[in-house]
């Protein structure tokens, strides 16, 4: 099909009501964009962008234009190329930010207004000096909920303690954190005391970290906590995370822990509104409540269809 053929079939796909639009593949950006333009054109409306691949400037460029009501984009930039914070400004009604691996916000990036609509960020953190993620804050300064991963190989200086720490000096004003741990690393963390930075913390997501409760500070305001791999929980932790966060609504525990249906009991004592989740070990080897569940089925089920 000839170019003109291909743009003439582009125009003929308007969505004019489409509002989210997710692309999984590679987005090809032909050197003056003019493909891409004509298909962005069709959806006039878009306010969610999804882009599950790696996407040039120019691209971000047609596509902000095209559709200047987007509330939610996601995508990912050429590895160590800068993000076009820039490119962002038009997106005057953009609520949340996510962008893929991030290795460095250089000082000389284009200069940029701050994203003041930006509430929720999320990323995959690369080693990045403190200096990174000031510029971070002050691109993005009114983030209130973020999504992390901290991808940190080997032989890098730069720990996971250290990325918590540069995030939690900066982003004080976070109400909701999800952070993951990709460090290559063996061993429990030895702190999680930066978190006593976020004072206004209400919702927080543990996934791949291996912590103990003594690690963790207190928070008063705390509602919500999930943590995927608790190293060793014990019905003694439970009533340590009761007197950490006296306010918790809900609790969901991973796979790990060592606690029992009286601890949990003991623990709802203590918080009465508080809804407890234990995630199911399928194998059921290390979880005793999952077990127990599974016996009192065996036995209801012997006891309504028994043998003849």
């Not at 609520?95 to 995959?124: Q, R």
């Not at 918590?164 to 900066?170: A, E, G, T």
């Not at 340590?240 to 249906?261: D, F, H, I, Q, T």
Request: glycine share 6%; charged share 25%; proline share 6%.
């Amino acid at each position: 099909m000839t170019a003109e053929g291909r743009i003439k079939k582009q125009e003929q796909l308007q969505f004019p009501k489409a509002e989210v639009l997710k692309i999984g593949e590679n987005l090809s950006v032909t050197q003056n964009g003019r493909d891409l333009r004509t298909f962005f054109a069709g959806f006039k409306l878009l306010k969610e962008v999804r882009l599950d691949c790696v996407v040039e400037e120019i691209g971000i460029d047609l596509i902000t234009k095209a559709c200047s009501g987007i509330e939610l984009f996601e995508f990912k930039v050429p590895r160590f190329n800068s993000i076009p914070f820039h490119l962002l400004e038009c997106l005057k009604y953009l609520k949340t930010l996510g962008l893929g691996p991030v290795y460095e916000v250089p000082a000389n990036s284009p200069i940029c207004n701050p994203l003041v609509s930006v509430k929720n960020l999320s990323m995959e953190l690369f080693e990045c000096e403190e200096s990174c993620i000031e510029r971070l804050r002050h691109l993005l300064p009114n983030v209130i909920a973020m999504d992390v991963t901290l991808s940190i190989f080997p032989d890098d200086d730069w720990t996971f303690e250290t990325g918590l720490k540069h995030i939690c000096r900066n982003f004080r004003e976070l109400q909701r954190l999800v952070i993951d741990d990709l460090t290559y690393r063996n061993g429990t963390l030895s702190s999680l005391l930066d978190l006593e930075q976020l004072d206004q913390l209400e919702d927080l997501t543990f996934k791949g970290i291996d912590t103990q409760i003594g690690n963790m500070p207190t928070n008063p305001l705390l509602k919500r906590f999930v943590i995927h791999h608790p190293d060793w929980l014990s019905d003694e932790d439970l009533l340590e995370l009761a007197r950490k966060y006296p306010n918790l609504r809900y609790l969901e525990l991973g796979l790990g822990r060592r606690v029992s249906s009286e601890g949990i009991a003991a623990f709802k004592s203590q918080l009465v509104n508080c809804v407890v989740h234990c995630v199911p070990d399928p194998t059921g080897c290390w979880d005793p409540i999952y077990k127990n569940y599974i016996d009192e089925l065996l036995l209801l089920n012997r006891n309504w269809f028994p043998r003849p």
